[in-house]
């Protein structure tokens, strides 16, 4: 980096000259994001094996209770959104009362793989 002095009215002022200023945080900002980068990656290659197990245990589990979920509320005279979200809730009671968890993402996933096969299979929707 280099710096240049500037002198006003006697006194002197040492400040980065702005080429060298900046090229030096862009150079290290790519360093550092390619690090993080790497990082991420490792990361993701050693958890995401285990999230897809997980969510395949769950889909295996649990589809069975989701469908029944969907399609006991099917023919109520609600709002399409209001059947999906006591879906949702209906699928999450039986998740709990196994004593398990499970986060929002999947459960929506869950109970929108349980609505498609649904509406597979019987023409079917919740709107």
């Not at 990082?39 to 589809?63: C, F, K």
């Not at 109520?76 to 004593?99: P, Q, Y």
């Amino acid at each position: 980096m280099t710096y240049s002095t500037q002198t006003a009215a006697g006194s002197s002022q040492v400040t980065p000259s702005s080429t060298g200023f900046f090229q030096t945080i862009i150079t290290w900002g790519k360093a550092e994001l390619t690090t993080i980068e790497g990082e991420a990656v490792t990361l993701w290659d050693t958890i995401e094996p285990e999230l897809v197990s997980e969510a395949e245990s769950v889909i295996t589990q649990y589809l069975g209770t989701a469908i029944a979920a969907v399609k006991q509320q099917a023919g109520l005279v609600i709002s399409g959104a209001e059947k999906f979200s006591n879906a949702m809730d209906d699928v999450l009671e039986a998740i709990e009362a196994d004593g398990s968890t499970i986060g929002n993402t999947l459960l929506e996933f869950l109970v929108n793989l349980a609505l498609a096969l649904f509406k597979t299979s019987t023409g079917v929707s919740l709107i």
